[in-house]
């Protein structure tokens, strides 16, 4: 059997035989990375970051890359390096999918009793801040940043907050 370096300057010069062996190796680990992002693509995305390294990697310019060790850790790595951003990025969309927008609960000219009941429930299940910051954001129409300076506080806190509100008053929702 080749050993991995020769298979990675074979599958550099187009070999898709040698590209084949190594996406081999490596589908334990990308089905293990794909399985924990647990979304469609999720796969494809690590198999393209596996084939992108495999023919950008400058083997020959690097005299340690040339045992099969460090060329496992270094294609290893890259594809964890991918999974993470992957991971940050879907949180960052699942986090703006999940948003509760409480602007369309609030009609100015029709709310429901079920709904203003529902609101004045959500709304009690916060702490003093979390509620204040929650009513200043979505009722009233400040932006972070207005509220953060209101508060004498940072955006990112007044962030980190109204999204934990909007967490609890979810978790509250789906009970």
């Known amino acids: 059997m080749d050993n991995l370096y020769t298979m990675m300057i074979s599958a550099k010069n187009k070999d898709e035989n040698s590209l084949m062996k190594i996406l081999n190796k490596f589908d334990p680990l990308i089905k293990k990375y794909a399985r924990k992002l647990n979304y469609d693509d999720a796969k494809s995305e690590l198999i393209i970051t596996l084939i992108e390294t495999v023919l950008f990697m400058p083997i020959a310019d690097k005299q340690y890359l040339q045992k099969d060790e460090c060329i496992v850790g270094y294609i290893s790595k890259s594809i964890k390096n991918k999974y993470i951003y992957l991971s940050k990025k879907k949180s960052k969309i699942e986090g703006i999918e999940t948003e509760l927008n409480l602007d369309t609960c609030t009609d100015k ?4 009793a079920d709904n203003s009941l529902l609101i004045k429930n959500l709304l ?10 929650i009513i200043q954001r ?25 999204n934990r509100a909007l967490k609890n008053m979810k978790k509250y929702i789906n009970y």
Request: a neutral charge.
């Open 138 to 162: 979505f009722f009233l129409q400040y932006s972070d940043v207005e509220i953060a300076s209101r508060l004498c506080t940072s955006r990112q806190a007044i962030n980190r907050i109204k």
């Open 109 to 112: 000219y029709y709310i429901s």
């Open 124 to 133: 009690d299940n916060l702490s003093d801040l979390q509620r204040d910051i």
